[in-house]
């Protein structure tokens, strides 16, 4: 069964409609890169999966469950999937521990005793576990970054949404966080990246997707899309992202 | 007649007791009020946010004193028996300190950032949860001066209640001065008490939020 079903989703923010009839399937392990012009959609159709915007019509589905935004379950679903944003979001008052283990402690994942442990496992993975103990403003943009890379993790999700993770940091720290999301795809977890980073979406997705107008444009194995874009408007969206 | 003596600076300092308890109450009970205050004043559902509104409108729209007389009065009268002053009292000072609490961390709730809700909606924990381990520390904080500073509001406000009869600080330094006729001695005496008080406050305030500036 596919992880995630979209079927015709459209999303209007007042009387702009972003998202017009999104259709896209993903199967458990699949790295799909989503790319496009800003104003695409990419990033409303991330919110839309888990729910943090509502939309209009079509339907979301998780492992066969509907997703909706006034649905019961929906912290339950939240708990199966994890999102990083682009501007981090760590709670600033919390140790970097419990940034890490409030959501996996108040679920009754793990128990207060072994939450420490818990931690110091997921930031290992982020090679964070150093910091155990600072306050996410004593740490870099990219630290901060690894940090709810690894709040996420904590909660064993099944699908992890990346909504321009790398694109509000400066750019001698995008590489480490890079770093990590790769070795995460390597690990066998579902990931959906909207990115700025081509080279990033070309070598790490088994999938790329090219956004445009709301709607799928072009999507493929990114090797091939990149070699021998199908149209015009892809085209021209790899030579601007190449004069960058 | 007599002379201003040490008894009657004891008989004060013993009046500010029930200015303490008053202004303790005030907090006891207007806090939880006034948190219910300020998230309803922040809900996203219309009747709460509504109901909240008309209560702070017309608790601040009165002046405190107009708020003692008709709950000393009208108490008793809706109860339909005799009240004690205290009751009657406290009542109207939960409501006064409740609509400034709700209105001060409405605006605390209001300064966190929106992104603070979506990740913690998105960790998939209970809108409560959110508030209580995310949102709602993080407002106290950013609330924590402007509180200290209604607190000395609310110390200077219970000298209104020397006139419904209630002995506290003003009222006792009435009764003193009355009994010796020497006004001035015992009314500065009296000021002098309320700043000695308040001044700490204050300073403690001014510290806050130098800090809070500090870290942001």
Not at chain 1, 7 to 29: D, I
Not at chain 1, 91 to 120: C, M
Request: hydrophobic share 50%; proline share 4%.
């Amino acid at each position: 069964m596919a992880l995630l079903e979209i079927a015709n989703v459209r999303k209007s923010f007042g009387s702009l409609e972003v998202l017009k009839g999104v259709s896209l399937t993903v199967e458990p392990g699949e790295i799909i890169a989503i790319v496009g012009r800003s104003g695409s959609g990419k990033s409303t159709l991330l919110r839309c999966i888990n729910a943090l915007e509502g939309i209009n019509s079509g339907e979301i589905r998780f492992r066969g469950e509907p997703v909706r935004q006034n649905m019961k379950n929906l912290r339950l679903l939240r708990q199966r999937m994890g999102i990083v944003f682009q501007s981090f979001n760590l709670f600033p008052h919390l140790k970097v521990e419990r940034n890490v283990t409030l959501a996996p402690v108040l679920t009754g994942k793990v128990s207060k005793a072994d939450a420490r442990e818990l931690a110091l496992e997921v930031l290992t993975r982020v090679g964070l576990s150093e910091k155990i103990d600072a306050f996410p403003g004593q740490l870099s943009g990219g630290q901060q970054q690894r940090v709810a890379i690894a709040r996420c993790l904590a909660m064993s999700p099944e699908l992890m949404l990346f909504d321009e993770a790398t694109s509000a940091l400066d750019p001698e720290l995008v590489g480490e966080v890079l770093r990590v999301i790769e070795d995460m795809a390597r690990n066998d977890l579902t990931m959906i990246l909207v990115t700025h980073e081509m080279n990033f979406a070309r070598n790490v997705s088994t999938r790329l997707i090219f956004m445009n107008e709301g709607m799928v444009w072009e999507q493929g194995p990114p090797a091939e899309l990149f070699a021998n874009p199908k149209t015009e408007e892809f085209a021209s969206f790899i030579r601007a992202t190449k004069q960058a | 007649m007599r002379a201003f003596s040490g008894s009657d600076l004891i008989y004060l300092l013993y009046a500010l007791q029930w200015t303490v308890a008053l202004v303790v109450i005030a907090l006891a009970m207007g806090a939880p009020l006034g948190l219910a205050l300020a998230l309803m004043r922040t809900s996203r559902r219309r009747l709460p946010r509504y109901i909240a509104m008309v209560f702070i409108e017309v608790v601040q729209g009165v002046p405190l004193l107009g708020l003692l007389v008709f709950f000393y009065f009208g108490v008793p009268l809706l109860a339909g028996r005799e009240v004690a002053p205290v009751i009657a009292v406290s009542i109207a000072f939960t409501a006064y300190s409740a609509s400034f609490l709700g209105q001060i961390w409405r605006g605390g709730i209001e300064a966190v950032k929106g992104t603070q809700w979506d990740a913690a909606a998105c960790l998939g924990i209970t809108k409560w949860q959110q508030f209580r381990y995310v949102i709602g520390p993080q407002a106290f904080r950013m609330s924590l001066p402007p509180t200290v500073g209604l607190l000395v509001q609310l110390i200077k406000g219970t000298s209104l209640v020397s006139i419904v009869g209630f002995v506290e600080l003003t009222r006792a330094g009435q009764i003193i001065s009355a009994a010796t006729f020497q006004p001035l001695l015992v009314y500065s005496c009296v000021a002098v008490i309320y700043f000695s008080v308040c001044l700490p406050l204050t300073h403690w305030a001014r510290a806050l939020e130098g800090r809070l500036n500090g870290a942001a």
